[in-house]
């Protein structure tokens, strides 16, 4: 079966040090793969996503993640966080397609800290 | 661990009929609940946020008539398709947010498909 794992429940990290957040996915086929935050009050935003080509993928607000086939791995990077990176990570996989719905799964998120 | 139960998992209806997919949160209360949509090789979008025991708020662009949200308990949010339309096949997924605490969990999604 499809699944994400996010290993790290909580991660602190002072403003200002570099960041990376990990998720391993277990997956048949070739996936596509989503990180997604969450502030405190809003909805999911998309960060960035994975579908074919270069497998380091530039997202906004200057994170990036590498999809690396051999690891299972597409973990999630920023060179150096805000106070207003502090939110709730989610890594994501379509589990599958086709019909005009794709399913997707997620896995259950890592919660960022930003010490001062 | 906290469980968030979407129902049903895969659906199919002829146009013109209603559907009702509901999301649970199995073992703890969620003051708050959020419905997605996703589309093909797409991001998730936002529809609407639903607040127990008051009037959901749709993001822009969604018809509220179109995609009636219900949040009546703790533990129960529904989205009802009326009216469906093959444009309206989709996959529909649920977060709910824990009361309290704030950590957001997942459904496992619907899949609808409408003929």
């Known amino acids: 079966a499809q699944s994400v794992t996010q290993p790290d429940i909580h991660i602190t990290v002072s403003e200002g040090a570099s960041l990376e957040l990990r998720c391993n996915y277990s997956y048949g086929a070739t996936p596509y793969l989503f990180w997604y935050v969450q502030s405190p009050g809003q909805g999911l935003q998309l960060l960035l996503k994975?579908?074919?080509?270069?497998?380091l993928v530039q997202g906004i607000k200057g994170f990036e993640a590498e999809f690396k086939r051999s690891q299972s791995s597409f973990n999630l990077r920023k060179p150096s966080v805000h106070w207003s990176d502090a939110a709730e990570y989610f890594c994501a996989v379509v589990t599958y397609s086709g019909g005009g719905a794709d399913g997707l799964t997620f896995g259950k998120g890592t919660h960022l800290i930003i010490q001062p | 661990g906290a469980v968030v139960s979407q129902h049903p998992s895969w659906v199919i209806c002829k146009s013109g009929t209603s559907v009702k997919i509901e999301c649970r949160s199995l073992d703890f209360q969620a003051t708050t609940m959020f419905w997605y949509r996703q589309f093909p090789k797409q991001s998730l979008m936002l529809m609407a946020t639903?607040?127990?025991?008051?009037?959901?708020?749709?993001e822009q662009g969604v018809e509220k008539d179109k995609f009636l949200i219900n949040h009546a308990s703790l533990t129960l949010s529904t989205l009802t398709v009326t009216s469906a339309h093959p444009e309206d096949s989709s996959f529909y997924i649920c977060s709910a947010r824990r009361t309290g605490t704030g950590e957001l969990f997942f459904g496992e999604g619907s899949r609808l498909t409408v003929l």
């Open positions: 639903s607040n127990e025991g008051s009037k959901a708020t749709y």
């Open positions: 994975y579908f074919s080509g270069d497998t």
